[in-house]
């Protein structure tokens, strides 16, 4: 007779398809529509990764993320700044009192990983860098192999609820069906020791 372990964990792993665009309407809210992570810079000097792209300029006029960090290459917005447009290419345009022109202030950077899901996640939706995931390839939204950038727009998660519901009920009703096999099987294992 072989008697199994039951059930355990073999691997957690992260889908990175891309979820639905909510439009938010806010100047620093990014989307990347397409492949391509936002490059950030920790306060240790490491660059982290992220597809969450709800920034805010911070005292000094830089794009920050929510905790704070720089996102590089460092775009910093003029205090004197009247609109600031993101372009789908990721140049940062902005409209000065008295101008008429938009000044490009910075050219935001996306990277790409050969494997995304080896990518380490170290909360607050960064993700880190390891020998899994491969070296980043950056570049400019727009070109070969990158998506472009979406201002005003947030991504959703990419968790299809219907379908993840869906599924654990089918999981729930197996689990119910294995659990009445053994509860059988139990009662005619008491029926057979209690014969005379």
């Not at 380490?120 to 390839?137: D, Q, R, V």
Request: proline fraction near 4%; charged fraction near 15%.
């Amino acid at each position: 007779m072989q008697l199994g372990l039951g059930v355990k964990l073999a691997a957690v792993y992260r889908i990175h398809d891309q979820g639905n665009l909510a439009a938010t309407d806010n100047t620093f809210d990014l989307a990347i529509q397409g492949e391509g992570s936002f490059q950030i810079e920790l306060p240790d000097g490491e660059t982290a990764y992220t597809r969450d792209g709800t920034f805010q300029l911070n005292a000094d006029g830089e794009v920050v993320t929510h905790d704070g960090y720089t996102v590089l290459l460092g775009i910093t917005v003029p205090t004197d700044a009247v609109d600031v447009t993101v372009n789908q290419a990721g140049e940062v345009l902005v409209k000065l009192q008295g101008q008429v022109e938009l000044s490009n202030v910075g050219q935001l950077q996306i990277a790409t990983f050969p494997n995304e899901p080896g990518l380490e996640a170290i909360g607050s939706n960064l993700y880190l860098e390891t020998p899994a995931s491969g070296p980043a390839t950056t570049g400019s939204p727009q070109d070969t192999g990158f998506g472009t950038i979406l201002q005003g727009f947030l991504e959703t998660s990419n968790v299809n609820a219907v379908e993840e519901i869906t599924n654990l009920i089918s999981a729930q009703r197996a689990y119910e069906m294995n659990s009445k096999v053994i509860q059988t099987s139990d009662e005619m294992m008491d029926t057979l020791t209690n014969l005379r």
